[in-house]
């Protein structure tokens, strides 16, 4: 049997899934490339099903991969992958003719940067494309990888999805129990002592929530169904959810992660808009605890939960132009040395 030349498209789709820790879907990746075929400087985005927003997509990921690299990536070659969703009832090769405008969208905006695409790889679970240069119409055979480059129980960004959706099921029952009677006991609360007092009484149960969880983050998985709809209701307030991105310290974040998670993981399909509010943390502690593509799905499920959420916005803002993480602490902890708390550990 006559082996096919391992080759460099090889390699460079054999690195995707490893760039994110999940094999992307339904995306678009632009990513810088060394002399080696390296790849360096990874930005990720959706794929829109709306073929109106390709051109304003492709080019709002080329300027943004310009603007947040330009300083800091020592390349101005790059590649592109276009990975479709397998739930398209044209996916594979059909999918990929229709998808062609988008590498050539992408050329055109590297081509105004000054950036050299060196091509654009349409990738699916079982073969790939070359777009932009001369490629087989049936695609290559994605071969197999060396041991190293073996992404076999890595995620698909479906299921790093579906993970964060709200809870069904005999969990989302007794969630949704608890919740119910904590919004009695709350509407209550608010009638004696109004909603500056719910705002105090739930950033205190914040606090030392997240403080009892530094010593082992397991624990948030076992958080009480009580204490999971207290925390969920609260956070439908703006100043808890302040309060929760103050905890951004370097023996916080883990902690907090992990209380955000647990916490959109109980919230019940009823109650499906309060889990926007730890979705939004939970992008914003993986974010800073420096996993990109995790953060940005992590508000993409945000998103579906409750459009438009002011945090949502706020941190794709914050991602999309460029910040860095040690910039927005420096931000955070001004904003803490204000305050009398919250303070942890």
């Known amino acids: 049997m ?50 109106a927003r390709w051109r304003p997509v492709a080019r709002g990921l080329v300027d943004h991969y310009q603007e947040r690299s330009s300083a800091t990536v020592p390349t101005r070659k790059l590649v592109a992958y276009i990975c479709p969703d397998p739930a398209d009832a ?15 969208y992408l050329r ?16 699916t679970r079982t073969h790939y ?3 932009l240069t001369t490629g087989s119409s049936e695609g290559r055979p994605i071969p197999q990888p060396p041991a190293e480059l073996d992404a076999t129980g890595l995620p698909r960004s479906a299921d790093v999805l579906t993970s964060l959706k709200p809870a069904t099921g005999a969990r989302a029952a007794t969630t949704t129990a608890a919740l119910n009677a904590a919004v009695r006991a709350m509407h209550a609360e608010i009638r004696s002592d109004g909603h500056q007092g719910v705002v105090d009484s739930g950033i205190a149960l914040l606090v030392d929530t997240i403080a009892d ?3 082992d983050t397991e624990k948030a998985k076992a958080i009480p169904d009580t204490l999971a709809a207290r925390l969920l209701l609260v956070l439908q307030y703006p100043d808890v959810v302040n309060a929760g991105l103050l905890h951004c310290e ?8 992990s209380l955000w998670l647990a916490l959109a993981r109980r919230c019940p399909a009823s109650y499906t808009d309060h889990a926007a509010a730890p979705l939004g943390l939970y992008a914003f502690t993986t974010w800073a605890l420096d996993d990109d593509a995790p953060a940005r799905l992590a508000l993409q499920a ?37 305050r009398s708390g919250p303070v942890t550990g």
Do not use: K
Request: hydrophobic letters at 35%.
């Open 108 to 123: 055109d905006a590297c081509h105004d940067q000054d950036l050299d695409l060196s091509d654009t790889l349409y990738v």
């Open 129 to 131: 494309w070359p777009m």
């Open 213 to 215: 969880l530094i010593p």
């Open 250 to 257: 370097d023996h916080e974040l883990t902690a907090a992660r």
């Open 90 to 104: 044209d996916y594979g090769p059909q999918s990929r003719l229709v998808h062609q405008p988008i590498a050539e």
């Open 2 to 51: 006559t082996h096919q030349p391992y080759s460099t498209e090889d390699h460079l789709v054999h690195l995707l899934p490893h760039l994110f820790g999940f094999h992307p879907e339904a995306s678009v990746v632009i990513a810088g490339i060394t002399p080696d075929s390296e790849p360096l400087g990874i930005l990720r985005t959706d794929l829109p099903a709306d073929p």
């Open 302 to 338: 945000a998103e579906r939960c409750l459009p438009d959420a002011e945090l949502t916005t706020f941190l794709l803002h914050i991602l999309n132009t460029g910040f860095t993480f040690d910039h927005m602490r420096e931000h955070l902890r001004e904003l803490r040395a204000t």
